[in-house]
Structures are given as C-alpha cells and as structure tokens.
T-cell receptor, first 111, second 114 residues
Framework: EPEVTQTPSHQVTQMGQEVILRCVPI?????FYWYRQILGQKVEFLVS????????KSEIFDDQFSVERPDGSNFTLKIRSTKLEDSAMYFC?????????FGQGTRLTVV | QKEVEQNSGPLSVPEGAIASLNCTYS??????FFWYRQYSGKSPELIMF????GDKEDGRFTAQLNKASQYVSLLIRDSQPSDSATYLC??????????????FGTGTRLLVSP
C-alpha cells in the first residue's frame, strides 16, 4: 500500500533556529499539504501545494514558513526562526483523486 | 470561515454496542467528506470517505451523508476497545483559490469499555 513518509519523526530545536521537515508524498498524487496539530488541539491546515507552487496558505503560514519540492520527490517545510509556540506535530498529506493520506508526522519540540 | 463541528466527547459505549459519531459543516459547496481515526500521538488514519447522500458501508463502519442538512455521521457497529480513539471529520472544500483542501473538526473522543 502506498504511503506518505516523513522524516525526522522527532525534532528538538532551540528557539530561533531553522528546521526543515521532510516528506515524500505518494508519487501519483497531485496535491500536497502540510498540517499542524498542537498538543490537544485540532488538526490545522498550513499550506497546500499543487503543480510545484503554493495553491493556498492559512493565516498561520506566515513569512517564517516556506515550502518547496526541490527534486520532484521530497516536499519540505522550512521554519526559519522557530518559536516556542511552533511546538506541534506536523503532518504531511497527499491527496489523490478520491483519498487523502497522511504521513506519520514529525513531532517538533522547540526549547 | 468554513467550519466543521464535532462534539468533543468523550463518547462512552460498552463493548459490542453501536457508536454514533456526528459532524456538521458550514459550507454548502463541500464536495467530499472523510472520517479519520487518530490514536494519541499518532497521525490521522483514513477510515472511509463519502461523496453521495445516503449510507456507505465498509465492514463495521457506516458513513451517512445528508447534504441538505449539512450533516455527516459515522456508525461503528460491534464496538471494540481497540476502537477507542479520536475520530476526526474532515471536509474537502475548494479553497479560496479554487483548489482543494481538507478542513478538520476538533474530533470526538470515543471510549469503548470492555
């Protein structure tokens, strides 16, 4: 069964540092997403990516965030200067014609 | 603001009973609807999706959709303790730019007691 793969599974970083979260979506899917889930809260949409560009982003996705798909395979989320409140689970997802699948997530802890 | 509403629970049912999980959504233009199961600390796992009004059955799970009432539900028959998790309703909408995205509810926590 195809799956979405995320690395690392857990990232600890100091406040102000840059982090890059990586995802390998399902190859024949068209839309890719990053979502965030702060502990005990709902899954929140960050950004969607289609045809190698951002198609939509939420209010959360401010200038400290960026996404790219550098090699046609990996899909990355960069957080430039992390803040304590960026601590959360970050999920990558890819949407095919009928179904959306999530990766296992990266737990980001900012200290 | 497009919203998806769920009762946060917990919903407690005994083993073997039917669990009924409900979800309402605000955007009448919503096209498709998903139910995900999420265990604590894990990623959402797709259970099933539904597009058309009516019922869709898959094993012990039945999704029900009523677009007129903007209501979607998930029934779990013969509930098992392993079904204890948070169930997320997600609605696939066209975003502001015309592309698709999932909007999630807060989830309903289900507890199945042996």
């Amino acid at each position: 069964e195809p799956e979405v793969t995320q690395t690392p599974s857990h990232q600890v970083t100091q406040m102000g540092q840059e982090v890059i979260l990586r995802c390998v979506p399902i190859s024949n899917h068209l839309y890719f997403y990053w979502y965030r889930q702060i502990l005990g809260q709902k899954v929140e949409f960050l950004v969607s990516f289609y045809n190698n560009e951002i198609s939509e982003k939420s209010e959360i996705f401010d200038d400290q965030f960026s996404v790219e798909r550098p090699d046609g395979s990996n899909f990355t989320l960069k957080i430039r200067s992390t803040k304590l409140e960026d601590s959360a689970m970050y999920f990558c997802a890819s949407l095919g014609s009928t179904e959306a699948f999530f990766g296992q997530g990266t737990r980001l802890t900012v200290v | 603001q497009k919203e998806v509403e769920q009762n946060s629970g917990p919903l407690s049912v005994p083993e073997g009973a039917i669990a009924s999980l409900n979800c309402t959504y605000s955007d009448r233009g919503s096209q498709s609807f998903f139910w995900y199961r999420q265990y604590s600390g894990k990623s959402p796992e797709l259970i099933m999706f539904i597009y058309s009004n009516g019922d869709k059955e898959d094993g012990r799970f039945t999704a029900q959709l009523n677009k007129a009432s903007q209501y979607v539900s998930l029934l779990i028959r013969d509930s098992q303790p392993s079904d204890s998790a948070t169930y997320l309703c997600a609605v696939n909408n066209e975003g502001d730019t015309g592309f698709q995205k999932l909007v999630f509810g807060t989830g309903t926590r289900l507890l199945v007691s042996p």
